[in-house]
């Protein structure tokens, strides 16, 4: 059972929340705050009481402190709660991603998009939030749309911006290091080939080595590893490999018979889309030409 906190100044917004939370079995207690203050005097109390907090369903735009630096306030905490913006306002999807929020609702709020963020919450508070399927705001020609993670296949650096790639075959930009990007998902699944790369190892669908340079498939494209990140690759795909059971894992790990470099999928000639120095060959020409595509699907949002 989760114990909410609920921050907005605007009363007939808190009051709705508030009971729509408690309507709401997985919820144990849901306690209104008018404001910022009010809420931080709360926090306190609950602190000397030691009781505990799972969650602040926190508005966005108040007077004084504002939601995105409340927010901040609260990573302070030994176990910080959860966060979940809620607000009439879009432009900051990306911010509240920044600082970890869980989810970013938008008033007023539906029922069923709010019982998705309970269980989002119940997740997290259950120490099961890697496995949930997170969702990441991408701006598009002015508005936010929310993709999935599970939905991205790699994504890759450009300046302050990271391009994420879907199993769609779509692309969008978001404005958020990929750094930090890599810290958030690597408990779901996702690892660095390359200073500018991470990928979905889920996705990863051979290995190959040419020249003593690995290159991954991930789809129709073909990511060059780092010679930093190579055996951290190698050695995950070798564990895949073993864990599938195939029968050639018996040479998976070194440089012995069964492919030139003894790994599954390992080829002596380079694939016809990458050359032999690890570049993307066709994938890197596709980017060339559809970056600009990706820009304008993105909105220009760069």
Not at 48 to 63: I, N
Not at 163 to 186: C, D, M, S
Not at 192 to 215: K, M, N, P, W, Y
Request: charge should be negative; glycine fraction near 12%.
């Amino acid at each position: 059972m989760l114990s909410v906190l609920v921050v907005d100044d605007e009363v007939p917004a808190l009051e709705e929340l508030t009971f729509l939370l408690r309507q709401d079995p997985r919820v144990e207690r849901a306690i209104p705050a008018s404001d910022p203050a009010v809420a931080l005097r709360e926090l306190s109390r609950m602190v000397v009481a030691g009781e505990r907090l799972d969650a602040v369903f926190l508005d966005l735009r108040m007077p004084g402190l504002d939601g995105l630096d409340f927010s901040r306030l609260l990573s302070g905490f030994a176990t910080p709660p959860a966060v979940v913006f809620v607000t009439a306002h879009e432009d900051a999807a990306v911010a509240a991603f920044e600082v970890g929020a869980v989810d970013y609702l938008l008033k007023p709020v539906r029922p069923e998009r709010l019982g998705e963020a309970i269980r989002r919450v119940a997740a997290t508070a259950a120490g099961t939030s890697a496995h949930d399927d997170e969702t990441i705001p991408v701006e598009l020609a002015g508005r936010t749309r929310l993709v999935a993670r599970s939905a991205v296949s790699y994504a890759e650096a450009h300046g302050d911006y990271v391009r994420l790639h879907t199993t769609e075959g779509k692309n969008y930009l978001v404005r958020i290091p990929l750094a930090a990007l890599a810290r958030r998902w690597r408990a779901a699944g996702f690892i660095r080939i390359h200073r500018s790369t991470l990928v979905a190892v889920e996705h990863i669908s051979e290995l190959r080595f040419d020249e003593g340079r690995a290159i991954v498939h991930v789809g129709d494209a073909c990511l060059p590893v780092s010679r930093r990140h190579t055996r951290e690759v190698r050695d995950l795909f070798v564990r895949r490999f073993r864990e599938a059971g195939a029968q050639a894992c018996g040479h998976a790990e070194g440089d012995g018979p069964g492919g030139r470099d003894g790994l599954p999928g390992g080829s002596g000639a380079a694939d016809a889309d990458c050359d032999a120095d690890g570049e993307r060959g066709g994938h890197e020409r596709g980017e060339r030409g559809g970056s600009e595509r990706g820009m304008t699907e993105g909105g220009g949002y760069g």
